[in-house]
C-alpha cells in the first residue's frame, strides 16, 4: 500500500482501454474503497461484470456517480457534455469530476457549465495509450511512466488538483499541469497531426492503383507496417478528437504543409544537403525522446523479435 490518498468510493464512467486500465491499476495500488463502473451497453457492462476487477457494475450513469468521491469519465470526446448533463444533480457535494478525454478545451468548454459549484472539476489526459479499445485491452502498467496532463480551470481548489496528481501519480504516472489551450497545441503536433499523416498515408496506400495491396502488406516493413499500427486506432475517438481539436490541429497542418512542400522540392531539385539536414536534425530528436525513457532504442521500436513471423491466434 502506498501514501497516496484512498477515495471512499471511485466511479468509472465508460470501461474500454483507459477505464479497464484505471480499473486494474487503481485496483493493485489500493486507491479506493469502492470501484463502480457502467458503461454505455449491455455487452460492455455484462464483460466487465465477468472480468470481477470492479466492486459494482451499474446500468447508468446517474447510479454510478451517486455518493462516488472521485468520478472519471472515460468515454469519447464527444459525449463528455451530454454525460455532464446527466450527471450533474446527482454529484456528491465535494466530489471531484474528472475525465480522460484527449482534448482539453472542448470538453471543459462542454461540460463546466453542467456541473455545480460544490463538486471540483479537474480534467485530465494521460498520455498512454494503445490502438486496442473495449473492456478486456486495459493493463494495470499502462500508466507507468507515462506523462498525465491535469488541466485544472481557473480557480479550482488546489486541494482537489492535489488529490488528483497523487492519484495519477500512484497509477505509476508522472503528472503536470498546464492551461487546456496549452495541451490542445502540444497535443496537435505530438499526438493529432501524427495519427492524421497515419490515417492518411494507410488510406493513400490502399488506393494505389499501380501497386497492389498484397505487395503493400508483403513489403510493409519497410517504414508502412509502422503507420498501420497507430492507423487501427478506435475510429470514433479519433473522429472525436479532430472534431473537437480543430483551430490547432488546423493550425499546426499549415506549418506540416509548409514543411511538406520544402521537401518537396529539396527532392525535386535533387538537393541531397538539404535532405541530409533535415534527416539529421530529425534523428536527434529520436535519440532525445529514448534518452528521457519514453521509448526503447531496441530495434524496431523495441518490438519483441520472437512475436514477429507468428500468426495470431
Ligand atoms: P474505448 O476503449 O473505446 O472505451 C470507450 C468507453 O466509453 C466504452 O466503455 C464505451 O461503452 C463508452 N462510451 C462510448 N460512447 C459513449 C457514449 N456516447 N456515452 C457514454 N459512454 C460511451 O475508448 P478509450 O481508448 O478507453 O478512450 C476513452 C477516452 O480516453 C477518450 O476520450 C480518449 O480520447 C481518451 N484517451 C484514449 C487514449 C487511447 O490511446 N486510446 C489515450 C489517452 C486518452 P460501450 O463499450 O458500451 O460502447
Not at 58 to 63: L, P
Not at 107 to 127: G, Y
Not at 128 to 133: C, D, K, L, V
Not at 163 to 169: E, G, K, N, V
Request: glycine letters at 8%; proline letters at 5%; aromatic letters at 6%.
Amino acid at each position: 500500500m502506498n501514501s497516496a490518498p484512498r477515495f471512499k468510493r471511485l466511479a468509472l464512467i465508460g470501461f474500454g482501454l483507459i477505464g479497464g486500465s484505471i480499473a486494474r491499476a487503481a485496483r493493485d495500488q489500493g486507491l479506493a474503497g469502492e470501484i463502480v463502473t457502467t458503461a454505455r451497453s449491455e455487452k460492455t457492462r455484462a464483460r466487465v461484470k465477468e472480468l470481477g476487477i470492479v466492486d459494482r457494475v451499474v446500468a447508468s450513469n446517474v447510479d454510478a456517480v451517486k455518493d462516488a468521491d472521485l468520478v472519471i469519465l472515460c468515454i469519447p470526446v464527444g459525449a463528455c457534455g451530454e454525460v455532464a448533463r446527466e450527471i450533474a444533480g446527482h454529484l456528491k457535494p465535494g466530489a471531484i469530476v474528472s475525465d480522460v478525454g484527449s482534448v482539453k478545451s472542448a470538453v471543459v468548454r462542454e461540460m463546466a457549465p453542467h456541473l455545480p459549484a460544490d463538486v471540483h472539476f479537474v480534467p485530465a489526459h494521460p498520455v498512454a495509450g494503445t490502438e486496442h479499445s473495449g473492456p478486456d485491452s486495459g493493463f494495470a502498467e499502462l500508466f507507468i511512466n507515462r506523462w498525465c496532463i491535469l488541466t485544472p480551470p481557473e480557480g479550482t481548489d488546489p486541494n482537489a488538483t492535489e488529490r488528483l496528481r497523487a492519484f495519477w501519480a500512484a497509477l505509476g504516472a508522472r503528472v503536470e499541469t498546464m492551461t487546456p489551450d496549452h495541451h490542445d497545441l502540444v497535443l496537435a503536433i505530438t499526438s493529432h497531426l501524427p495519427n492524421l499523416i497515419a490515417y492518411t498515408i494507410v488510406g493513400t496506400a490502399d488506393e494505389l492503383a499501380q501497386v497492389t495491396s498484397s505487395e503493400v502488406i508483403k513489403f510493409s516493413a519497410g517504414g508502412f507496417r509502422d503507420f498501420t499500427r497507430i492507423a487501427a486506432s478506435d475510429p470514433t475517438m479519433w473522429r472525436d478528437v479532430f472534431l473537437a481539436n480543430k483551430e490547432a490541429v488546423l493550425e499546426m497542418l499549415g506549418t506540416f504543409n509548409e514543411d511538406l512542400s520544402k521537401l518537396t522540392r529539396a527532392i525535386r531539385r535533387g538537393d541531397g544537403e538539404a535532405l541530409f539536414e533535415h534527416f539529421a536534425r530529425t534523428r536527434a530528436i529520436r535519440r532525445g525522446i529514448v534518452e528521457i525513457g519514453q521509448d526503447s532504442a531496441a530495434p524496431d521500436f523495441g518490438r519483441p523479435h520472437e512475436q514477429l513471423g507468428k500468426k495470431p491466434g
